[in-house]
């Protein structure tokens, strides 16, 4: 922006003439700004909105359209220090027995104290009298690592994790500490020497157990029993295994799966969760004890599938009911930089509110969405020779007068003991679960269907709208570029204007200033 120097002659208070005078060309571009700020508001509060009903149309609605959601068992332990237990629909009703007969373990090695003077950066070359171009080669799996003399203890460290092992070098305790990444025999890891030098390393490092031996048998307890071949080469190179009896020494404890008895017959998991016919099992203790499940129909857990469902839908209609129904905010628009700078910063933000909470007042589209739920809600469906609707489980709204404001569409289920206005009332539903559980799931089932369809058809791409958008966010992108256009034109034609003022002002302080200096030397000659 040019800095202009005006009034100079004429002692005029340019800048604020020529305010005054492109006043309705800077108008015309203030109400566009404020047009695309609202629209911009607008765009938000949409996104906002149609997340929400997104993710119940993908969420609850389309799973309460299955009969698995209204299909549910419940089963308790008898202990459930030993074991927890739950059930799914497929479980199978009565009483089982179970036992838990081992605990699945991770394995681990955690290593021989180190000398005092070892440090994350103390160099293979210097730990194991490895000469300078020498290597030596240790095994993870199958995983080849090979050691230069002039790694760090910290760079063997990180090798080890690289060929998919847990492994840390604890600098106060000079141990290193190596794990399996998931529990179970099959998770379980082998680290063993590649070559004589890798004896050396793992020596060490103070990892050499009977499993570095890759030629190793297991006894009876699963405990790794180095070959004879093994052991004289460890005595050729005069290198001790570091396990032993000691404080200091390597333990190794091996990966071991979890082991259920159910019903006489064993199950096995590399971790402690089993499913089994249904039935899901976590087992947390051995013990000789046999613990009794007992498994059922879970009446409660329909009951609350259903009035999860409703909540989230009053939730969302008591939303569109607020929305639609907002105060209007006439005589409210966005405000300019300037119209900010005269106002607090709480006086700017209950300002922009009023605006923002008034966005959707009886907006069209919002008002068509929430009366397709609300009918389909409201709508009679056929189930065998009957004709059903949510009444006919005690559910319904609290009609017009009793309802507080904005939730008069909101769905009340009667004898939902967390329910104040319908608490005293005969509990249909769960009658409706235990007594016609079939005729409740289809009925239930077809509402969901409907609700469903009802958005999907709401939702339908076309030229205004992105497929799964309730609005026109097509056409209101297109606003928006439209406006940002515009503004821009009319910021063009401001400036235009502005400068033509300056001119013509220029113009004159030019020639005040001529008239001036003509005066001046006319006066000299006069002598006055």
Do not use: C
Not at 255 to 284: C, D, R, T, Y
């Amino acid at each position: 922006m040019p800095i202009r120097i005006t009034g100079m002659n004429s002692g005029l208070d340019t800048e604020s003439i020529i305010t005054q005078l492109v006043s309705a060309q800077s108008t015309k571009k203030d109400n566009m700004t404020k047009a695309q700020t609202k629209l911009q508001w607008k765009q938000d509060a949409w996104k906002e909105l149609n997340s929400k009903v997104y993710k119940m149309y993908t969420g609850t609605i389309s799973n309460m359209r299955f009969s698995s959601s209204y299909v549910k068992k419940k089963a308790t332990a008898s202990d459930n220090s030993i074991a927890d237990v739950t059930a799914d629909g497929e479980a199978v009703d009565g009483v089982q027995s179970l036992k838990v007969k081992q605990l699945a373990k991770s394995g681990y090695l955690t290593g021989a104290k180190l000398s005092d003077s070892t440090t994350g950066i103390t160099k293979m070359g210097d730990l194991m009298g490895l000469g300078e171009g020498e290597t030596a080669e240790i095994k993870v799996g199958d995983e080849s690592i090979s050691i230069s003399s002039d790694m760090r203890v910290v760079d063997v460290v990180a090798k080890l994790k690289e060929k998919g092992v847990n492994a840390n070098f604890d600098e106060a305790n000079k141990r290193l500490f190596i794990s399996a990444k998931g529990s179970g025999e099959n998770n379980d890891f082998k680290i063993t020497a590649g070559d004589d030098n890798g004896i050396k390393a793992l020596a060490s490092l103070g990892l050499l157990t009977e499993d570095a031996d890759s030629d190793a048998t297991v006894d009876s307890e699963g405990n790794a029993v180095a070959s004879d071949a093994f052991k004289a080469r460890l005595e050729a190179l005069g290198v001790s295994l570091s396990t032993g009896s000691g404080p200091g020494s390597a333990t190794r404890i091996k990966g071991q799966n979890a082991k259920i008895e159910l019903n006489g017959a064993e199950f096995e998991s590399a971790s402690n969760n089993f499913n089994v016919n249904g039935l899901n099992v976590v087992a947390k203790k051995v013990s000789d004890q046999e613990v009794s499940v007992t498994t059922a129909d879970d009446y409660e857990g329909v009951y609350d599938t259903i009035k999860n469902f409703l909540k989230q839908y009053n939730e969302l209609i008591n939303e569109f009911d607020k929305l639609y129904n907002a105060d209007s905010a006439k005589g409210y628009e966005p405000l300019t930089d300037d119209e900010k700078y005269a106002m607090s910063d709480k006086q700017v933000e209950d300002w922009e509110k009023k605006i923002k909470d008034s966005l959707f007042r009886k907006d069209e589209t919002l008002g068509s969405l929430r009366d397709a739920l609300v009918n389909e809600m409201s709508s009679s469906i056929t189930i065998g020779d009957k004709e059903l609707s949510l009444a006919d489980f005690g559910i319904g709204t609290l009609g017009y007068f009793n309802a507080a404001e904005n939730e008069r569409h909101a769905l009340h289920i009667d004898g939902d003991k967390d329910d104040s206005n319908t608490s005293m009332n005969a509990d249909k539903l769960q009658a409706a679960i235990k007594n016609n559980p079939e005729e409740m799931m289809k009925f239930f089932q077809e509402i969901s269907n409907k609700l469903y369809t009802t958005i999907t058809e709401k939702t339908k791409g076309d030229e205004y709208r992105t497929t799964y958008k309730i609005y026109n966010d097509k056409q209101m992108a297109e606003e928006y570029k439209s406006y940002t256009s515009k503004i821009a034109e009319e910021e063009k034609k401001l400036t235009a204007l502005e400068d033509k003022w300056y001119k013509k002002f220029g113009a004159m302080e030019t020639a005040l200033a001529k008239l001036s200096s003509k005066t001046s030397a006319l006066s000299g000659l006069l002598g006055m």
